[in-house]
């Protein structure tokens, strides 16, 4: 059963920093070189110089990135910038962000939450996962013993018992508030009355919990807790680095909103919408809806607002035209993917990953690459300037899609899910010594 615990975080000394905007970051997988270079000029104390610090040309076995950002932290509590709490609390956490024009609330609480093997315990992964960012990211863990950005947990609760009993502890508090590059809202409270974080945590041990977001953040978890165990250096159960810092929100939170990740597919060079077309017929039902952006805002339309999983968009900037296409059967999907259930084989991502790229257009690619959008307007933009040649337009995945694959432990394909926005570096530190 999931053991999710109040803990002493660590925090910025507002008093020292300034503006708590001045010193936040995304986590490391969404930050680009110009990003970074803009987070290490908002403050000299910005996250980013634990988060992501930059390489520096003179760059060693010894003198590295890590050892920077370890240096950097240590200098920070001595100085007290980063103080630890005085008492344990759960730590709410409210994000509010706009996407094409709506506005939305998230709402959840960190929390310490013990580690577990996936397949043994009450905790499921939905993504698949790739070794470079783990190394990485162990890499970080060892050098400064801290976990610095949280991995984002979802668990069941369709009365949100569990946010309310959390909250009970906040009643009339101030919170602290931060607003991100993307002009996201976060604001912190702390729940630390004793009776409150009992109850929570006993709530909590009835859940499951799945992974949306920190999937390699969690596996490097269970890497660096095991190194730590093979060494003798676990001092027993409870021991901080069986644990991991964890952003639980209800799966049922009003403002938990997935965007689908679309595919921009270099290496089909004259790619038509006929052709298209003639290379699909086997297995999809196609029409052209139009051209430029009329056309893509029509497959768009279609493809995201619809949600049907089995209506994939295309755009072949060769003639700058728009089409959709339906899959007619689940047959050859259930040939090709025979070794995943049928709730991967029906996702969008998967019918494009395995039946589109991975066999019908097989034939035409030459050395193929892959960029990830989130939003019609980033594939506009991207078509414009002809950076593809092929634009894939997919439905975003359901929540029911997330707990069914993930029940059955089965992981989705790699960017299948967009929990928007990302949570926070900077907003509270987890010792792991």
């Known amino acids: 059963m999931p053991d999710a615990r109040p803990f002493r975080g660590v925090r910025y000394d507002v008093a020292q920093v300034g503006a708590l905007s001045d010193v936040i970051a995304p986590p490391y997988d969404v930050i680009d070189s110009a990003l970074q270079d803009k987070l290490y000029q908002a403050s000299p104390f910005n996250s980013i110089r634990l988060e992501y610090n930059r390489p520096e040309p003179t760059d060693s076995e010894t003198e590295n990135r890590y050892s920077r950002a370890a240096r950097f932290l240590r200098e920070w509590l001595r100085d007290g910038v980063l103080r630890a709490d005085d008492q344990p609390a759960f730590y709410v956490y409210e994000q509010t962000f706009e996407v094409e024009g709506q506005t939305h609330s998230r709402k959840g609480f960190f929390a310490r939450v013990r580690l577990e093997p996936f397949g043994e315990g009450k905790i499921f992964p939905h993504e698949q996962t790739l070794a470079g960012p783990k190394a990485d990211r162990l890499s970080l863990y060892q050098a400064t013993g801290f976990n610095l950005s949280p991995i984002f947990?979802?668990?069941?609760?369709?009365?949100?018992?569990?946010?309310?009993?959390?909250?009970?502890?906040?009643?009339?508090?101030?919170?602290?508030?931060?607003?991100?590059?993307?002009?996201?809202?976060?604001?912190?409270?702390?729940?630390?009355?004793?009776?409150?974080?009992?109850?929570?945590?006993?709530?909590?041990?009835?859940?499951?919990?799945?992974?949306?977001?920190?999937?390699?953040?969690?596996?490097?978890?269970?890497?660096?807790?095991?190194?730590?165990?093979?060494?003798g250096e676990l001092s027993g159960p409870d021991d901080p680095a069986?644990?991991?810092?964890?952003?639980?929100?209800?799966?049922?939170?009003?403002?938990?909103?997935?965007?689908?990740?679309?595919?921009?597919?270099?290496?089909?060079?004259?790619?038509?919408?006929?052709?298209?077309?003639?290379?699909?017929?086997?297995?999809?039902?196609?029409?052209?809806?139009?051209?430029?952006?009329?056309?893509?805002?029509?497959?768009?339309?279609?493809?995201?607002?619809?949600?049907?999983?089995?209506?994939?968009?295309?755009?072949?900037?060769?003639d700058d035209s728009w089409t959709l296409a339906r899959l007619r059967s689940d047959e050859t999907m259930d040939k090709l993917a025979a070794n995943h259930g049928a709730e991967w084989r029906s996702l969008g991502v998967s019918i494009l990953q395995v039946l589109v790229l991975g066999n019908l257009l097989a034939p035409l690619a030459g050395e193929r690459s892959t960029r990830y959008v989130h939003l019609p307007s980033e594939v506009e933009t991207d078509v414009a300037a002809k950076g593809c040649d092929l634009a894939c337009l997919v439905a975003p995945a359901g929540m029911e899609h997330v707990e069914a694959i993930a029940s059955n432990l089965e992981t989705m394909p790699p960017k299948s899910t967009y929990f928007y926005p990302k949570l926070l570096t900077g907003m509270v530190f987890n010792p792991l010594r």
């Not at 009835?206 to 095991?226: M, N, P, V």
Request: proline content about 5%; hydrophobic content about 40%.
């Open 153 to 231: 947990g979802l668990y069941p609760d369709s009365a949100n018992e569990v946010l309310r009993r959390v909250e009970s502890g906040i009643r009339d508090r101030t919170p602290l508030t931060a607003v991100d590059h993307l002009g996201v809202t976060n604001k912190l409270w702390l729940s630390t009355d004793p009776e409150v974080l009992s109850a929570v945590g006993g709530l909590m041990a009835q859940k499951s919990i799945f992974i949306a977001d920190g999937h390699h953040r969690y596996e490097t978890g269970l890497r660096y807790r095991d190194h730590l165990a093979e060494a």
């Open 242 to 318: 069986n644990f991991c810092l964890m952003m639980l929100v209800s799966m049922s939170d009003p403002g938990l909103l997935i965007l689908p990740t679309h595919r921009l597919v270099s290496g089909f060079p004259g790619l038509t919408a006929e052709e298209l077309a003639a290379r699909l017929a086997p297995e999809f039902e196609t029409r052209v809806v139009g051209k430029g952006p009329e056309g893509l805002k029509a497959a768009s339309d279609e493809v995201i607002l619809g949600g049907a999983q089995d209506v994939l968009g295309f755009g072949t900037v060769a």
